[in-house]
């Protein structure tokens, strides 16, 4: 069985350009995370997919963030415009189910680089 | 809200000497608490996890923990560490209630001496 999957591995941009990363969950699961770890600092949530709806998004930062997940397959992060602050590693999660009792299973990450 | 604390940045052990990867958690209600891994230039991989029942959780590559409740604490164990475990283990936890977000601690970065 495949992993979680994401792409790109590394993304490097200028601040002010726009930045879409993408997650392809493990097949069949319905639930989606997003997550987000600064430099040394804790892995910190950013929102939650049940198949294509958003469950949750409130560890958005602000609406420079978009995430989408049309069919509720893969997502897409996007950052537009991008500021030094977004840097950091931007990691994809998903379950099966929806009881908080599951792991999830976590893709490599997508290590963001603005400057 | 929940929240992790994992004290130490960096956890030296000789290979073969016991491994403890500390961790203390604040949530409301009874906790879910998990244990990640991650080597380098990999996804987190899970190591176990502490639902209910019994205190002492066996997990993956020999890797246990223990819930202590009264010490709001879910500490990582390994009686003999390899120079293979050397990697940066996260600590999570999600209370019972609500949404299904994680809240990590900093993670720990663990350096297995031969």
């Known amino acids: 069985e495949a992993g979680v999957t994401q792409f790109p591995s590394h993304s490097v941009i200028e601040k002010g350009q726009t930045v879409t990363l993408r997650c392809d969950p493990i097949s069949g699961h319905d639930n989606l995370y997003w997550y987000r770890r600064v430099m040394g600092k804790e892995i910190k949530f950013l929102l939650h997919f049940v198949k294509e709806s958003k469950q949750d998004e409130s560890g958005m930062p602000n609406n420079r963030f978009l995430a989408e997940r049309t069919g509720g397959t893969y997502s897409t992060l996007k950052v537009q415009p991008a500021e030094l602050e977004d840097s950091g590693v931007y990691f994809c999660a998903s379950s099966k189910w929806t009881s908080g009792s599951n792991e999830q299973f976590f893709g490599p990450g997508t290590r963001l680089t603005v400057l | 809200a929940q929240s992790v604390a994992q004290p130490e940045d960096q956890v030296n052990v000789a290979e073969g000497n016991p491994l403890t990867v500390k961790c203390t958690y604040s949530?409301?209600?009874?906790?879910?608490l998990f244990w990640y891994v991650q080597y380098p230039n990999r996804g987190l991989q899970f190591l176990l996890k502490y639902i209910t029942g019994d205190n002492l959780v066996k997990g993956s590559y020999g890797f246990e923990a223990e819930f202590n409740k009264s010490q709001t604490s879910f500490h990582l164990k390994k009686p003999s560490a390899l120079v293979s475990d050397s990697a940066l283990y996260f600590c999570a936890v999600r209370g019972p209630y609500g949404n299904n977000r994680l809240a990590f601690g900093k993670g720990n970065q663990v350096v297995v001496i031969p």
């Open positions: 949530v409301s209600g009874n906790p879910y």
